[in-house]
């Protein structure tokens, strides 16, 4: 909303619910819909650019695939539909080696009780986007919680994230996927880490991780393996999303500049990159 020139459209099973989060604005509109109209959904969207799905339930994504499918790609090659699934909906398929190799995120409640199938009717919902031919994005947020502290997201593949997300960075997140090329064609998991500050820009991290198209989804321990080409290079992307400031530019400081001096342009107690007056000793001005 803080573009001018954008609508929103939000259609849910309780309109009283939904007007009580969102705010007053002459650029909202709030439409009763049930998952199973599918016509409804193909006529409500018929000028909608993209949409975000946070519901549950195959009917309804169903519908809103059908509602993009026949779009060509956007301009941006940003995705038509953002997912909103959740972390874990591939490990009660995992085999017992993978559980015991992994048990810090095959034994959690979620995943052993799997209340009323829940994870695997989010996995089938999943494959019915992937399916429907319109152009996607799934991210799995692990545990979402109220109170957690705000702070960055954390992008994996694998299905092996465990941890808790803040629902107000999430919520940022999947709105900032609708403008991320490099998201198109990818599901992955995000947690978020207090007290980082939000890159400026997610592309670089998106770009690393692995299409969809690539092949099936793997095995948990393959996965992980493979993922950014190797077992060294995932442990780079994934300290690398956790460099401090909002640039994320570990090569570009010059010796004695803090990443928050080089977020804003601030030449460090050396100065400028490649001309720094470096001490003699350590510790010395």
Partial sequence: ??????????????????????????????????????????????????AIWCAEGR??????????????TRPSGSPRVVMCSSAAVTRPTWSEKQKSQFS??????????????????????????????????????????DDWPTGRPLLSQGDVAVGRTSRQDLANFLVRLLDEPKATGKTFEVLTVPGYPKPLEY??????????AVGPVATAWSRVRSWFGGQQAATYGVLQQLLPGEE?????????????????KEEGRLGPRGAERVPETLGSS
């Fill in 1 to 50: 909303l803080k573009d001018p020139k954008v609508e929103v459209l939000a259609l849910t099973r309780n309109v009283s619910r939904a007007e009580e989060f969102l705010p007053v604005d002459d650029r909202i509109t709030v439409l009763p819909w049930k998952p199973e109209d599918e016509a409804g959904a193909v006529s409500a969207l018929s000028k909608a650019d993209a």
């Fill in 59 to 72: 009917q309804g994504l169903v519908a809103l695939g059908k509602a993009f499918a026949s779009r060509e």
């Fill in 104 to 145: 810090g995120a095959a034994d959690i409640p979620i995943v052993r009780l799997n209340p009323g199938g829940l994870l695997d009717e989010k996995r089938a919902t999943e494959k019915l986007l992937r399916q429907s031919g319109a152009s996607y994005t799934v991210a799995r947020p692990t545990g979402l919680k």
């Fill in 203 to 212: 592309g670089e991290v998106l770009d690393r991780l692995r299409p969809d």
């Fill in 248 to 264: 994320q530019n570990s090569a570009g400081l010059a010796m004695g500049q803090t990443y928050e001096q080089y977020d804003k």
